[in-house]
Each structure stands twice: as C-alpha cells, then as structure tokens.
Nanobody
Framework: QEQLVESGGGLVQAGGSLRLSCAVN????????MGWYRQGKIQRELVAVVTAAGSTVYGDSVLGRFTISRDNAKKAVYLQMSSLRPEDTGVYYC??????????WGQGTQVTVSS
C-alpha cells in the first residue's frame, strides 16, 4: 500500500500564501483521484481534488484562492494556497483514492493563519 507524506504547513498571516506538498511512496495502482481535505468539527471537508483525468474540484470556501496541481513523474500533488484567511486554519490531509473505493490518507499537516 502506498504511503503519503505531506509537507509545507506552517504559520502565516492572513492574506499570505502557503504551498502544501503530498508525495506518494510506493507504486500507484488504479488511481481515481487525489486531493486535500481539512479536518472540520465533525468530518474532514473537501478542499480540492484532482482526478486521474486531470479534472479539479474545489470546496466553495477556497474557490478562486487555492489551486491544486499534480506532477505524475514525481508522484506528487500540490496545493497552492493564497489569500489565506483565519478560517483556513486546520489540519490538512492528503488523500489518494483508488478505483474501487480504497483510500489512503497522509498524517496531516497543520496550517495556522493568524489575523
């Protein structure tokens, strides 16, 4: 099974930018989509995903401010976050979803946006 290694979290002032990275260790089979989720009060909420076909989907709260991208050669997914707001604060998790439903999650990386 693949392992996901996230990096790039940290502390930033409101209006600033951060770039999260998610690298996949292992061979990827039957990839469906990869993306980023943020831990909410009850469940992990969608931030952005990119499909195997290259389509992207964003959560409403980040649309226009965040950009997800994928580097197939490096087996990595990135999340460029701009115009950050205090409400973007949270633990961000990378997820790899296989065709058939199996999901692999990273350990999470903390993003803190100060006002």
């Amino acid at each position: 099974q693949e392992q996901l290694v996230e990096s790039g979290g940290g502390l930033v002032q409101a209006g600033g930018s951060l770039r999260l990275s998610c690298a996949v260790n292992g061979i990827i089979f039957s990839f469906n989509h990869m993306g980023w989720y943020r831990q909410g009060k009850i469940q992990r909420e969608l931030v952005a995903v990119v499909t195997a076909a290259g389509s992207t989907v964003y959560g409403d709260s980040v649309l226009g401010r965040f950009t997800i991208s994928r580097d197939n050669a490096k087996k990595a997914v990135y999340l460029q976050m701009s115009s950050l707001r205090p409400e973007d604060t949270g633990v961000y998790y990378c997820k790899l979803a296989h065709v058939g439903g199996l999901e692999v999650w990273g350990q999470g990386t903390q993003v803190t946006v100060s006002s």
